[in-house]
Every structure is written in structure tokens, then in C-alpha cells.
T-cell receptor, first 112, second 110 residues
Framework: SQQGEEDPQALSIQEGENATMNCSYK?????LQWYRQNSGRGLVHLIL?????REKHSGRLRVTLDTSKKSSSLLITASRAADTASYFC????????????FGTGTRLKVLA | DGGITQSPKYLFRKEGQNVTLSCEQN?????MYWYRQDPGQGLRLIYY???????QKGDIAEGYSVSREKKESFPLTVTSAQKNPTAFYLC?????????FGQGTRLTVV
């Protein structure tokens, strides 16, 4: 089954720095989404980018999508300690069944 | 408030016992999903349901069962056939724009 794989697995940065994490996937997609998970909690939807889009912004988040390379990146600018969490990408199937496949996540730690 | 409610938050199961995890949504979404998450890992799909009275196996369905008698409810039963059930279980309802997740149930075998 198609699966997103995030890179790096873990990232530690200082507050105020930018954090970049990447996601690669295997098959064609309808859209790609990024989620955030605080420790021991459910996932929260951050942003969705459609297969015909190349870049999308939401506040301090910037997502890019390169369908030719089957990859996406999530940039968090001016990071804060509260951004400490795991970040997952998810892809859905073009078949329209809403079967979302999640990657293994990037654990981000922002040091104050 | 609209959302997904999972209960209980913590659940302890004895060896050989079946337990049922509850998942309720008031978002009027057709599709609901169950995922399993092990420590430091991603989410693996257990079962999903696109519509009432219909559901499909995901990647790791063995030892689990579900029902979808109502649009709002998608309970997951962890049976005694599941040999390693200790994990964090997440329920989600899916719509075209993404997924809403519950806060999860942490199941521990004692």
C-alpha cells in the first residue's frame, strides 16, 4: 500500500529557527495532508495540498508538493516551544475512497 | 461542539478478554476509521467504514472486529485473538478536506 515516509525521523532546533520536514510517497495521490500530534493525544489536521497545487501557506506553515518526485515538505517558520510535537503526512488514493495512509512521522523538539 | 469522542481514555485488559473501544462522532461524516499507533511509530489502519452497515479490513485487521450500525458510531472490539493489543488506538472520521481524530484510547494488557 502507498505510504508516506517522513524525513528526518527526529529534529531538534532552537526557538526562533525554522523547521523543515519532508515526506515521500509511492503512488499517485489526490491530495496530501499534514497533521500534528502532541504526545499522547489525537492528530490535528494542519493543512491540505491538492495534487494540482505546488505550494500552500497557512500562518507560519508552508507546504510544498512535487508530484514528479512524489514528495512534500512542511516548513514551520519562527518555531516556538509549543510547536514541539510529531508531524505526520497522509496521502489519499485517487480512487476516491478516502483511505488515508499515514507516514511514520517526524518528532520535532523546539528548545526554549 | 462537533467532533470525535473516544472512550475510555485508558483501558486495561486481562489476557484472553475481549474489550470494546467506543468512537462517536457528531460531524455527520460518512467515513470512519480505526488506527493503531505503537510507541514512536506511525498509524496503521485496522478497519474503516465508508457507510453505515459496511466496513472493510485495513492492513492489520486480524484480532479486531467492528460494527457500523449507526452513522455516528464505530466501535472497535479487540478480541483475545489479538496477541499484542497494547497500543494507542485512534478513531477518525474522514471528509473530503481531511480527518478529524479523537483523543485516543490507550489499551494495556495486564
Amino acid at each position: 500500500s502507498q505510504q508516506g515516509e517522513e524525513d528526518p525521523q527526529a529534529l531538534s532546533i532552537q526557538e526562533g529557527e525554522n523547521a523543515t520536514m519532508n515526506c515521500s510517497y509511492k503512488t499517485s495521490i489526490n491530495n496530501l495532508q499534514w497533521y500534528r500530534q502532541n504526545s499522547g493525544r489525537g492528530l490535528v489536521h494542519l493543512i491540505l495540498i491538492r495534487s494540482n497545487e505546488r505550494e500552500k501557506h497557512s500562518g507560519r506553515l508552508r507546504v510544498t508538493l512535487d508530484t514528479s518526485k512524489k514528495s512534500s515538505s512542511l516548513l514551520i517558520t519562527a518555531s516556538r516551544a509549543a510547536d514541539t510535537a510529531s508531524y505526520f503526512c497522509a496521502t489519499d488514493s485517487p480512487s476516491g475512497t478516502y483511505k488515508y495512509i499515514f507516514g511514520t512521522g517526524t518528532r520535532l523538539k523546539v528548545l526554549a | 461542539d462537533g467532533g470525535i469522542t473516544q472512550s475510555p481514555k485508558y483501558l486495561f485488559r486481562k489476557e484472553g478478554q475481549n474489550v470494546t473501544l467506543s468512537c462517536e462522532q457528531n460531524l455527520n461524516h460518512d467515513a470512519m476509521y480505526w488506527y493503531r499507533q505503537d510507541p514512536g511509530q506511525g498509524l496503521r489502519l485496522i478497519y474503516y467504514s465508508q457507510i453505515v452497515n459496511d466496513f472493510q479490513k485495513g492492513d492489520i485487521a486480524e484480532g479486531y472486529s467492528v460494527s457500523r450500525e449507526k452513522k455516528e458510531s464505530f466501535p472497535l472490539t479487540v478480541t483475545s485473538a489479538q496477541k499484542n493489543p497494547t497500543a494507542f488506538y485512534l478513531c477518525a472520521s474522514i471528509y473530503r478536506g481531511g480527518a478529524f481524530f479523537g483523543q485516543g484510547t490507550r489499551l494495556t494488557v495486564v
